[in-house]
Nanobody
Framework: QVQLVESEGGLAQAGGSIGVSCAAS????????MAWYRQVQGKQRELAAS???????MYADSVKGRFTISRDNAKNTVYLRMTNLKPEDTAVYYC?????????WGQGTQVTVSS
């Protein structure tokens, strides 16, 4: 079964930066799209950033200009660089991979931003 293993998120002050990674147990070329979702406590999970196999990137308006999704195919790893963090970025961040009808999820990692 496909596994997605996320690194620890951590703590940051407003205006700071955090990077998280998602390592897949198979080649990320196996997937049509990889993405980062986030879920604020008590809120619905939302798509923050995505990247297709062709390299097209998409960002939610709330993170555009501050977050960057990237990948390292040799390491089967997708990254999310979060800069100029805001308290409202506090959430559990989930790595996601899609291939056709198949959908895989990382375990989630906590990112906390203090004011």
């Amino acid at each position: 079964q496909v596994q997605l293993v996320e690194s620890e998120g951590g703590l940051a002050q407003a205006g700071g930066s955090i990077g998280v990674s998602c390592a897949a147990s198979v080649s990320i070329f196996s997937f049509d799209r990889m993405a980062w979702y986030r879920q604020v406590q008590g809120k619905q999970r939302e798509l923050a950033a995505s990247m297709t196999s062709s390299g097209s990137r998409m960002y939610a308006d709330s993170v555009k200009g501050r977050f960057t999704i990237s990948r390292d195919n040799a390491k089967n790893t997708v990254y999310l660089r979060m800069t100029n963090l805001k308290p409202e970025d506090t959430a559990v961040y989930y790595c996601n991979a899609q291939s056709g009808l198949y959908n895989y999820w990382g375990q989630g990692t906590q990112v906390t931003v203090s004011s």
